[in-house]
């Protein structure tokens, strides 16, 4: 009898070890343990973070990235990335952060063939909210971009450049309200295409805010100078990734 209890009690144990103990949280297996990363910090988990951000557009200094410092250059760059997807915006690399950069900058280096098929490729992102310039299969540019609101979605597919327009402007506002300017259009499927947005260019992102379908830009230096690389007949691939 007192065998078989203990070894009844013994296999309880070993049950309730392999449980989480009420009020610990569990490890989440997808964040390394140095997080929150802030200025200062270095190391594997700072390194990973600016590849990501680099895929996504963003500027880092040489150096910081050469030494795995989160330096001012990375915490700027955290902080546009926190705004982009609204979230609390304060610099640090923190749990959140942290997951919503896994899901949009994780596959760095990664694109659909669609964007590699030809010499030269627009390629738009709606998850990672990025336009890519594709040559030769390198990326040659990358602008951070919008789409349309609920209802005004943009569509997804691959199209070509049909109609250019430097001086483009709408009468989405109606027949008898002011033209509304969208310079340096590349128009690919019907009356949606990429263009600069001066309310994009004010206001940057905020929940709600979009276009009626368009490929919004904020960069006005950076539209034009796509406007010029990109010809009529190009390729142009909207996917989520």
């Known amino acids: 009898m007192k065998l078989r209890s203990l070894a009844a009690a013994t296999a309880v144990a070993l049950t309730m070890s392999a449980l989480p103990m009420a009020g610990v949280a569990a490890a989440d297996p997808a964040v390394p ?3 929150p990363l802030d200025y200062g910090s270095k190391g594997d988990a700072v ?3 600016q590849y990501r951000l680099t895929w996504l557009g963003y500027e880092l200094r040489d150096k910081e990235m050469e030494g795995d410092f989160y330096g001012r250059s990375t915490k700027v760059a955290v902080k546009q990335f926190q705004h982009k997807f609204f ?3 304060n610099g640090k690399l923190n749990k959140d952060t942290w997951k919503m950069l896994d899901k949009v900058g994780d596959d760095v280096g990664k694109l659909p063939k669609a964007c590699l098929q030809e010499r030269q490729v627009v390629c738009i992102d709606k998850t990672a909210k990025v336009l890519r310039l594709i040559r030769k299969g390198k990326v040659v540019q990358t602008l951070d971009v919008r789409f349309g609101v609920p209802g005004l979605e943009t569509p997804t597919g691959t199209y070509r450049v049909y109609y250019k327009d430097r001086y ?10 002011p033209r ?4 340096y259009a590349l128009f690919f499927n019907g009356d949606i295409g990429i263009h600069y947005s001066p309310t994009f260019a004010s206001s940057g ?3 709600g805010g979009g276009s009626h379908g368009c490929v919004n830009v904020a960069d006005l230096k ?3 100078w796509l406007f010029d690389q990109v010809s009529v007949g190009s390729r142009v691939h909207v996917y989520w990734s």
């Open 222 to 224: 950076g539209v034009s």
């Open 168 to 177: 483009a402007t709408s009468g989405i506002n109606g027949p008898n309200a």
């Open 33 to 35: 343990k140095d997080i």
């Open 180 to 183: 509304v300017a969208m310079p």
């Open 205 to 207: 992102y905020y929940p």
């Open 87 to 89: 979230l609390p915006i």
């Open 47 to 49: 390194h990973k973070a």
